[in-house]
């Protein structure tokens, strides 16, 4: 199969779907694969390192579009990409379309086949494609929260860890999955106290075992309202595979939190945990409600390319080849991937959204 790796369009993406090592091991088995110009240079891979084991180069994006059968790509298409797609490519990247109507409809008009990396779904649930860039993202989160703390950048200036004769700071986590359990995990080991809510009882565990400084605790509403009140950091990372994020934080309680507080809600892809929250870019992160600083980046691992893009491609590797292969329909957990195909919504969880 002739495999397309076009370069990411999105505001300051620097990923790329697949690195040199990847791309030539499809090459060794028999795959025609072609790489957009400087498609991995924002991730330190250069066209040579890719040429060198038989990948080819196609001038621009209209070239590789036109010449590729599978298109791999790292993020949605947006405009540019949009206008090159065609109804026999299958298309194969992190999608998100519950919470981008306006994407779905266009991809149903293209008709092409649409194989979302956050809905390939394992039997036990496990979602393999959407792990490595979750505990990215949940590792970000904290690394910028911390930062927006700073007084500089509109912050209460607290820091979180504190040190001897100063209180610590504060972190609320929604969510003990990949995200949240990583966002967890660093804020403990930077010294913050740490409340997780999770409804899953292992989870609860495993995040009680990161320290005594970290408390899990179910999500009833006048818990939640309290906790974030005192919270100096709060990180969104709740998940319904394939659906909308449920807010799990109200307006009415983002008014309690202290001026120069942050939020970083990691659900913003899914539309976002919080009621206050709306897609930003990395080149204008951040904006202000109720005097409290939200950072709402829908693509926050990119700014990571390096590591981001040898953690994607790791994972998705097995997936593209057995794509390729052309009997993929046989692969349940590839199957329960499909969100659109042939101009019909296929994932249930996008079942009856509105176009």
Not at 339 to 354: F, K
Request: proline share 5%; aromatic share 4%; charged share 20%.
């Amino acid at each position: 199969m002739r495999i397309g790796v076009p370069k990411e369009t999105k505001t300051l993406e620097g990923r790329v779907a697949l690195v040199p090592a990847a791309a030539g091991d499809l090459v060794k088995r028999g795959h025609e694969v072609w790489l957009e110009q400087g498609a991995g240079l924002k991730s330190g891979f250069r066209d040579e390192e890719y040429t060198r084991l038989g990948v080819h180069i196609a001038p621009d994006a209209a070239a590789l579009y036109e010449k590729g059968e599978m298109i791999v790509k790292v993020k949605e298409p947006i405009a540019g990409d949009l206008a090159l797609l065609r109804k026999d490519h299958l298309l194969f990247c992190y999608l998100h379309l519950a919470a981008e109507p306006t994407l779905t409809r266009q991809l149903l008009d293209i008709g092409l086949t649409g194989v979302a990396f956050e809905t390939v779904e394992l039997p036990n649930g496990d979602l393999p494609l959407l792990a490595p860039m979750s505990v990215i993202a949940g590792k970000i989160g904290v690394q910028v929260g911390t930062h927006l703390l700073h007084q500089p950048m509109g912050g209460k200036g607290k820091l979180l860890g504190g040190l001897s004769a100063t209180e610590r700071g504060k972190v609320v986590v929604f969510g003990a999955g990949r995200a949240g359990g990583a966002s967890a995990a660093l804020a403990a080991a930077g010294g913050a106290n740490v409340t997780v809510f999770e409804m899953r009882e292992d989870r609860m565990d495993e995040m009680m075992r990161l320290g005594n400084n970290v408390t899990a605790l179910y999500p009833y509403h006048d818990v939640v309202a309290r906790e974030v009140a005192s919270a100096d950091l709060v990180i969104g990372a709740v998940l319904v595979t394939g659906a909308k994020a449920p807010h799990v934080m109200t307006r009415e309680m983002l008014k309690g939190m202290e001026d120069g507080s942050v939020v970083v809600d990691i659900a913003i892809d899914q539309g976002g945990c919080f009621e206050t929250s709306r897609p930003t870019t990395w080149k204008e992160p951040t904006y202000v409600e109720e005097g409290v600083t939200h950072f709402c980046v829908t693509n926050m691992p990119g700014a990571v390319p390096q590591t981001s893009s040898q953690a994607i491609c790791a994972a998705i590797l097995p997936w593209v080849n057995k794509l390729a292969s052309g009997n993929w329909r046989d692969n349940a957990a590839l199957v329960r991937g499909i969100n659109v195909e042939g101009g019909r919504i296929i994932h249930p969880a996008l079942q009856g959204m509105a176009l």
